[in-house]
């Protein structure tokens, strides 16, 4: 079964459709819309337009609620009348704020008060321009160019029942649990760690790219003061209660809470360590350690008084040549072995921790720094990987008269104790009674009484086994050391062959506890979605068996992540816009009839509804003609005036270019062949006579 963890598209496993983020709300405040990068590209482009359609309704009801509150049945000059027909005429808020400035320009010299006279008008065109436009600018934002939150299907979720688990092929799932644990470190190194982060669609896939810690870098010894080196200058490491909707995803009810926290130390090895000689072959040497009691047979069954047993490797680098050395130091790669031992309430199998280790809630682990065969160019004093033993020896060209010194670790391997807890708590209860340990012996009883109600204690049990699931290192942080091919270490990735180059500071580590955490806290994350795609076993916690697979499985299509294949809406904000749009819609479309209906109640509308009507641009242009005595007019309060079929209207005065004139050429005309002269471009005389009525260019 090969599986493909971080690197793996979920777009296949992506729910499309309407769901319920409830981070957001449990209602319709959390209703989400997740559609294709295609079809949610049309609905961007609808609401746009959309958008900006209903910017021009209301518009068109602004400009008539200000042409009503200006209009007066008083004489008025001609700014009143011109900021009426800009107010009437101009269709969109743009046109209207750039007219009514030309116009506030072009009266300046005339009036002090022009662009005062104008400055209502132009104010709500600036308004209702920008607003809108900013609006139509920003309804791409009602979702996110890079990654949306969206929903996985639950049907690879369901899949993964009793029987699909017991199908996986073990050597397989083993594979697929090392590849797992190389993508959790990939994950922690790319999205955790600040120096080496890189922005790729990787660190995009989760709620949240990191799950939030605290770190203390000065706390006190974790275990009895005798055992650690140093009563302070230890380590914790505490996410603190993580929610499992806004952390984890869940997209469901229960909530309920996640905590992990570990607190590392490094260890005295004097007086709980010894080298052994075997007294078979005195060249195998082997350090034991005396922090408990073994309880399993690795030991070869017949001392049970130490706990742990590290094979000493020999220093065969001081006697090689000097062309061996070099070609040792660049090929010869063993690195930072990290070896590790652990106990824990539940499960005492391995060993019995000594009273000074015991944890009643913890999971203890001892981590011993395991590397005879890397040798640094300078002195370590990081109590860890300790490097203080010098080795000199002469190197080649260039510069061979000058001595040179590699540092190699001491006998016996040095080791950190950490104690490990992971909470699942009940948001609702108060904070000393809300939490279970997972790594105490798991009563039901216990259980029962953090979640009474036994389809929320399944269903709690349930998702809190997919973070802490076989791909995941929550529960068993130290299978990280011991699998191949992970990079288990910090200083490991400076390595060249068998030499480190580089300077490790004496808190170095503090550095590899923090990065092992953050490792811990990829897999968290990465388990979620391997679970819910069907990647991962699935296991509840607890003891009480799994009755209702519905129940425990009540997380399946509940999971949200975040990809860059979806656009996902705010069903809430594409509500407002289309109901809010459509009403002003409404309102500016059937406006003509609301007012006619209320000049017909209320005669307070008569004069602001006619005088709306008579400054459209085809009413004014019939009073002109009209005035003129051109034309028999019908429909003069209506949006469109018409004369009788066949009658002619006035034409252009251009006699006189900075002042052309509309005229009545009957009423210029003479009982004799009287003429009016117009000008065209080429200035030729175009002439009319009273007699043709028509216009004619002389040769």
Known sequence: MAINHVTDPINDYVYRGIWINKNRGNTILGATLTLDRETGGILIAFLATYIVAAGKAFWNISRFLLHYYLSSAMQQDAIYHQQQAILRNTQ?????????????????????????????????????????????????????NNANEVQLSSKACLNNTEAERNAFNRTSIVSDRSQAFLEHATYALRCYRDELAVNTTMCQNHPTPKLPYNMDSNANCPFSREICKSASGNIILDTG????????????????????????????????????????????????????????SSNGGTNNSYMFEIPLMPRNLINISDKSRRLALTYMNTGYKIRAAFTYPGDRTTFTPIQALDQSDGRLSILFMDAPETYHLNKVEDPWIYATKELNFTPSAPNPEKN???????????????????????????????????????????????WPKTEDR????????????????????????????????????????????????????????????????????????????????????????????????????????????????????????????????????????????????????????????????????????????????SHASDDVPVTKQGETLGIIDTSDRKHPRLVNPASCTSDSNSEIGFETESDENIIMTSVTNRMYTPL
């Open 404 to 450: 040179a010194s590699l540092f190699i670790s001491d006998d016996v391997p040095q080791a950190i104790g950490c104690t490990t807890q992971v909470y699942v708590c009940n948001p609702q209860l108060f904070e000393n009674q809300r939490c279970l340990s997972i790594f105490s012996v798991i009563d039901d009883n216990e259980v029962s009484e953090i």
């Open 458 to 633: 399944m269903a709690v049990l349930g998702a809190a086994g997919a973070p802490l699931g076989f791909f995941s290192m929550a529960l068993e942080p130290e299978l990280f050391y011991s699998t191949p091919g992970v990079p288990s270490t910090l200083a490991g990735l400076t390595l060249f062959g068998a030499v480190q180059a580089d300077y490790l500071p004496a808190d170095q580590w503090q550095k590899e506890m923090e990065y092992h955490f953050q490792v811990t806290l990829a897999s968290i994350q990465n388990s979620m979605i391997d679970v819910m795609t069907g990647k991962a076993p699935w296991t509840p916690l607890g003891s009480e068996s799994c009755k209702n697979e519905d129940n425990c499985r009540k997380i399946c299509g509940y999971q949200r992540v975040k990809s860059t294949g979806f656009y996902s809406f705010s069903v809430l904000a594409i509500v407002i816009i289309l109901v809010f749009g459509g009403i002003l819609m409404l309102l500016a479309a059937f406006l003509d009839q609301i007012l006619a209906t209320l000049s017909h109640r209320y005669s307070r509308f008569v004069y602001p509804l006619l005088e709306w009507r008579s400054n459209s641009i085809l009413q004014l242009q019939r009073s002109v003609h009209e005035n003129l005595g051109l034309g028999t007019w």
């Open 241 to 296: 209660l993580l929610d499992s909707n806004a952390h984890l995803g869940i997209n469901t009810n229960p909530k309920f809470q996640f905590r992990c926290k570990r607190h590392c130390a490094p260890l005295v090895t004097r007086g709980y360590s010894e080298i052994h000689t075997d007294p078979d072959s005195h060249a195998f040497r082997t350090a034991r350690y005396f922090y408990g009691y073994s309880n399993s």
């Open 92 to 144: 969109n808020s743009f046109d209207a704020l750039w007219i009514s400035i030309k116009a506030s320009a072009a009266w300046r010299k005339r009036t002090r008060r022009s662009f005062g006279r104008f400055s209502l008008a132009a104010t709500v065109a600036f308004v209702a321009w920008t607003g809108f436009s900013v609006a139509s600018l920003l309804s791409p934002r009602l979702t996110s």
